[in-house]
């Protein structure tokens, strides 16, 4: 390899390897937002479930997951010296680096998981199914996708003209599908809604956990969506990088500039809670296509991330659908959002191949994981009890209070 070609591949490999690390980064980010966001009786429980679902995810891709998406498994084959063993070595940076970086995608996606399911599930029974998700549900629909693999040998999302440039529908649509089938199947918290309809609220225990974690969540989304770019050697490569970065703070920030005042506009009051989940709206509603809007057209993708996920979060609490921390309305319904904006600025894209690779991701998620859930239940309890659910997850399940000083 002459010199020049071994300091692109030094250069490509080594950013890979910091993007990997930033999306590392946004495991964190959802700890604490998720913490801040629960009551603080179940904190110490959700940030066991981050912690080692993101071990988990690491551990399932690596033995099974990542030949099941791209083929040249690790485990069975080994690991070289110098990259996977048994994967086609990419032209432009090492293969470890490759598998790295899509390890921590698997994990981002099973976080989402955690969040929806919040403050009723049995600890041990999200662990079996972060099991089953991280190595067989994702890493399947990944091969559909940016593993360019057939679904059930019948046809190519590629071809269909299905593009989703950092995953708003293969990681984060993902995630929010198996997190409904998942609350679907476990049922609302004891006391949320009124035999009469209503709603009642569950303020999370601590907005600066929260907002910090958004925060992560924020910075921790350039190398997930900058990443995706997978060079950076080049001239080409920069520039590209540099738009990618520029459209995902862009959109980040319509989202939350709008979900703040859409919130005013219907609740009288600026709610953080939604200015938060606004910036995480946008930044879901670009990750399908940040490398080819301008910046003005990524900011209103994002704005209009940032107005759905408000109407999503009331809209689903009308339904009686649970969700603790809003990742279905961000990560699913925005994520769709993010999907069906593509063919707008990017003319690789259909309108038709975005429907039918949507509905394909989120029809084998939402199925697969719904047939889990309920299989693990046969096994074990899936939902703590009543009496575990008014003593808090933390006592209940872990023996240890995140809060001891202050009752919950």
């Not at 009686?320 to 959002?337: E, F, N, Q």
Request: aromatic share 10%; glycine share 14%; charged share 10%.
């Amino acid at each position: 390899m002459e010199a020049t070609a071994e300091l692109s591949y030094a250069l490509n490999t080594f950013y890979f390897l910091v993007c990997g690390a930033l999306v590392m980064w946004m495991a964190a980010g959802f700890a604490m937002l998720e913490a801040g966001l629960v009551r603080s009786k179940n904190t110490t429980e959700i940030l066991t479930k981050n912690i080692v679902l993101f071990a988990i995810a690491c551990t399932m891709y690596m033995v099974v997951g990542y030949d099941i998406m791209y083929g040249g498994g690790i485990l069975l084959d080994g690991l070289a010296a110098d990259g996977v063993a048994g994967a086609e070595e990419p032209a432009g940076y090492a293969p470890s680096a490759d598998f790295y970086f899509q390890v921590v995608f698997v994990a981002t996606a099973m976080s989402i998981v955690s969040g929806a399911v919040a403050e009723r599930m049995k600890l041990f029974a999200f662990l079996i199914f972060a099991v089953v998700m991280t190595a067989f549900i994702y890493p399947t629909e990944g091969g559909w996708t940016w593993g360019s693999k057939d679904v059930f040998g019948l046809y190519n999302l590629g071809d269909l003209g299905f593009v989703d440039f950092a995953g708003s529908g293969i990681v984060h649509m993902a995630g929010a599908a198996a997190g409904l089938a998942g609350v679907l199947a476990i049922g609302a918290r004891k006391g949320k809604y009124g035999s009469d309809g209503s709603v009642n609220a569950m303020p999370g225990a601590n907005m600066p956990l929260a907002t910090l974690g958004t925060f992560i969540l924020w910075m921790g989304w350039f190398g997930f969506n900058g990443g995706s770019v997978l060079a950076t050697a080049t001239v080409s490569d920069a520039n590209a990088v540099a738009v990618v970065f520029l459209n995902t703070n862009a959109a980040a920030s319509g989202g939350c500039i709008v979900a703040l005042l859409v919130a005013k506009a219907m609740f009288g009051k600026a709610d953080l809670t939604m200015a938060l989940n606004g910036c995480l709206a946008g930044l879901v509603a670009i990750t399908a296509g940040p490398d080819t809007p301008s910046p003005l057209m990524a900011t209103i993708i994002g704005g209009l991330g940032g107005a759905l996920v408000v109407g999503s979060i009331v809209t689903l609490d009308k339904l009686k659908i649970d969700d603790p921390v809003g990742a279905i309305s961000v990560h699913g319904t925005v994520g769709l959002l993010g999907l069906l904006a593509v063919p707008f600025t990017n003319s690789d894209a259909s309108i038709s191949g975005q429907l039918i690779g949507g509905a394909t991701i989120f029809g084998w998620v939402f199925v697969t994981s719904f047939v889990t859930f309920k299989l693990i239940g046969f096994v074990m309890p899936v939902r703590v009890s009543d009496e575990e659910e008014e003593m808090g997850s933390d006592i209940a399940e872990c023996g240890l209070e995140a809060y001891p000083e202050f009752k919950a």
